[in-house]
């Protein structure tokens, strides 16, 4: 009978432990991973067709032809 209690409260530590185990090894991957994929998604860098400086997509201003410009200033020098 002692021998079953022993077993019974091993059985229960062992459950108690791999149980934490796990609740502590699902958050980390999470947040790292989640934190890479930030720097990850980078902003498109664009040369200007006039002066040659990158500067971000998002800033750069299209020409006629498509060519890609870093202010409006320079599209104006190089169409005309
Ligand atoms: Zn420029």
């Known amino acids: 009978m002692k021998f079953l209690l022993v077993f019974a409260v091993v ?6 432990w791999r149980s ?6 699902a958050p980390p991957p999470a947040s790292p991973g989640s934190a ?19 500067c971000p ?3 750069a201003v299209t020409g006629k032809d498509g060519r890609r410009y870093c202010t409006a200033q320079h599209r104006l020098d190089a169409e005309h």
């Open 57 to 59: 997509g998002t800033d």
């Open 11 to 16: 059985l229960i530590g062992f459950y108690v």
């Open 36 to 54: 890479a994929a930030k720097p990850k998604a980078a902003i498109d860098m664009v040369q200007c067709a006039h002066c040659g400086i990158h």
């Open 20 to 25: 934490s185990r796990e609740g502590r090894r």
